[in-house]
Nanobody
Framework: EVQLQASGGGSVQLGGSLRLSCVVS????????IGWFRQAPGKEREGVSS?????????YANSVKGRFTVSRDTAKKAVYLLQMNNLKPEDAAVYYC?????????????????????WGKGTLVTVSS
């Protein structure tokens, strides 16, 4: 059974940084994709970033390009990271990590919430001015 758990959310000031972590388990093969999503109150869930486990190919939503970086922990292969810099009020949301397998599609494919089969519980990010 595939399981994911996001953590690292919190409150940060405008322009600050946070790093989210997603711990995954239950994959038989190293061929899947991880997506980071967020949902603000009253808004639809949106894709933020994605990464393929097999080759590290990544994709970002236009709204976070240049500010967010997704990666796989080089030491802990089951941990995926989302480094968020220069946070803005519009970045405030509950953040989720999700997985889909196999992960051979273009990374941008995994920015669509409806493509992801497995979801973890979210972690809340608030941005104060």
């Amino acid at each position: 059974e595939v399981q994911l758990q996001a953590s690292g959310g919190g409150s940060v000031q405008l322009g600050g940084s946070l790093r989210l972590s997603c711990v995954v388990s239950g994959f038989i093969y190293d061929d899947y994709a991880i997506g980071w999503f967020r949902q603000a109150p009253g808004k639809e869930r949106e894709g933020v970033s994605s990464i393929r486990s097999s080759d590290g190919a990544v994709s970002y939503a236009n709204s976070v390009k240049g500010r967010f970086t997704v990666s796989r922990d080089t030491a802990k292969k089951a941990v995926y990271l989302l480094q968020m810099n220069n946070l803005k009020p519009e970045d405030a949301a509950v953040y989720y990590c999700a997985a889909d397998l196999p992960g051979y599609e273009s990374p941008s494919h995994y920015l669509r919430p409806d493509t992801m089969e497995n979801w973890g519980k979210g972690t809340l990010v608030t941005v104060s001015s």
